[in-house]
Structures are given as C-alpha cells and as structure tokens.
Nanobody
Framework: QLVQSGGGLVQSGGSLRLSCAVS????????MAWFRQAPGKQRELVAT???????VYADSVKGRFTISRDNVKNTAYLQMNSLKPEDTAVYYC????????WGQGTQVTVSS
C-alpha cells in the first residue's frame, strides 16, 4: 500500500515536496518511481531511484526535481523546484515495475 502526501497549488517558480510511504518492510529492495499524468495526456515517468540511490530523470524535469528515499522510514520523496505550469498534473508514486495498485495520486497545480 502506498500513502502519498504533499502537493497543492503553487505559483510558477515555486517548490513543492511529495512524499510516498510504503507499508512494506521490503521497500528497500524496490526501485521506486514517480509518475505524473496531465489532463488529456498519458501517464509518464518522471524519476526513478534504485535501492542504493541511483537516480534517473525525465528530460523535462532534470535539474529541477530531485527524487530521494529513506529506507528506514520506507518513504520516497520528490522535491520539485522551479515549477512550471506544464508541471501541472496528478503525481503518482509506485515501484518502477508498477507493482502496487495505483492510488488516487496527488494533485500539483502550478499557476503562471
């Protein structure tokens, strides 16, 4: 089970932090990922982080977003800086292989 928090409404250039708590002690072996889905668009992969902290980002967020994880708290994070209106979407966390049932996600809205 995944429990997301964070998100909300922010002005362009602002920052938000998303959290994703996983209710499994084996969290530490998963490659975690953040996805997003904008209105009328397909869900896309934003960032991934392996169990030992190796990260990969979509080109659209590289240099602005940072994915991290705490293997003690079984929690993944997405720090989003320099937000743009095109970052507006519902954000979801999951494993890279989408092992968990998709939750409702977290709305992020960036106003211009």
């Amino acid at each position: 089970q995944l429990v997301q928090s964070g998100g909300g409404l922010v002005q362009s250039g602002g920052s938000l932090r998303l959290s994703c708590a996983v209710s499994k002690d084996i969290f530490r072996i998963y490659t975690m990922a953040w996805f997003r889905q904008a209105p009328g668009k397909q869900r896309e992969l934003v960032a991934t982080i392996t169990s030992d902290g190796y990260t990969v980002y979509a080109d659209s967020v590289k240099g602005r977003f940072t994915i991290s994880r705490d293997n003690v708290k079984n929690t993944a994070y997405l720090q989003m800086n320099s937000l743009k209106p095109e970052d507006t979407a519902v954000y979801y966390c999951n494993t890279q292989n989408k092992l968990f049932v998709w939750g409702q996600g977290t709305q992020v809205t960036v106003s211009s």
